[in-house]
């Protein structure tokens, strides 16, 4: 039996307000492939592991 480790999906506005940074720095990160995050239709979703990720430095 395998575990699934729940990770979860945030909003530009909820990851901004995480990081404490505002959103237009948020989509400069994302166009500058600092933070992944992936397109869905108009708008962006970030797994909050990917802010873990980015926030302890790690390269992608």
Known sequence: M??????????????????????????NHFHQKKIRAIKVGRSWRILQSELYRFLKGKEM
Do not use: G
């Open 2 to 27: 395998s575990i699934m480790k729940v990770d979860k999906v945030l909003t530009t506005d909820e990851a901004a307000q995480y990081l404490k940074i505002s959103k237009t720095t948020l989509l």
